[in-house]
Each structure stands twice: as C-alpha cells, then as structure tokens.
Nanobody
Framework: QVQLVESGGGLVQAGDSLRLSCTASGRAFSNTAMGWFRQTPGKEREFVAAINWNGGRTYYSDSVEGRFTISRDNAKNTMYLQMNSLKPEDTAVYYC?????????????????WGQGTQVTVSS
C-alpha cells in the first residue's frame, strides 16, 4: 500500500506560479512511478505529467508542456509539480498518483494509488 498526500494548492492570478508537492509513505518510493492528474466538475480526470522511478523520464500533456515541470526527490519520498505561467483553464483539483512499477504512464487507469487532491484556482 502507498499513501499519498498532496499540498501546495491555492488561489493565484493568471501568470503566477505554484508548486505542488506529493509526499508518499508505504511502498519503497524509489521503486514507484508517479504522476499528476487533474479534474474539473463534470469532466474526466486528465493526465498532466508523469515521472519514472528515478526521474530519468518525464511526460507532459500538450496543454502544460513548457509551463509545468515534474520532479521527484526520492530521499524525501516527495514528488513535485512546478507550475508556471498559470492560466484560468489550469483551474482544477490536482491529484497525485502512484504505480506499482518503475515505469511512468499517461493513462489514469494504469495508476494504483491516489491522493485526496488539492484545489488549484487561477483567476483571470
């Protein structure tokens, strides 16, 4: 089992930056691929970014490529999402997710564990 806790969400203005954190406990964090997803009311949860076990491979959705950066610190059992140049359309609940494998994935159903989510609101 893996427990995930997100933090860092909040209310910001368009163009601002935020950094989300996801701290994991349970399974050996260094053997776990991780991802960030987001969801708005009435829509499916969508992929944002993913990172493999050692940070050597990262993946981004087209909508955040170039603005968001995913990273991890295995010594701290923590994953991050640095979000720059935020837009109102980035407003969503952001979820941290983990897989029982070292390889990252972009599909929601491939993840085994989920955090409770943190709200990010970007005003125009």
């Amino acid at each position: 089992q893996v427990q995930l806790v997100e933090s860092g969400g909040g209310l910001v203005q368009a163009g601002d930056s935020l950094r989300l954190s996801c701290t994991a406990s349970g399974r050996a964090f260094s053997n776990t691929a991780m991802g960030w997803f987001r969801q708005t009311p009435g829509k499916e949860r969508e992929f944002v970014a993913a990172i493999n076990w050692n940070g050597g491979r990262t993946y981004y959705s087209d909508s955040v490529e170039g603005r968001f950066t995913i990273s991890r610190d295995n010594a701290k059992n923590t994953m991050y999402l640095q979000m720059n140049s935020l837009k109102p359309e980035d407003t969503a609940v952001y979820y941290c997710a983990a897989r029982n494998t070292i390889m990252a994935h972009t599909i929601t159903s491939k993840y085994d564990y989920w955090g409770q989510g943190t709200q990010v609101t970007v005003s125009s």
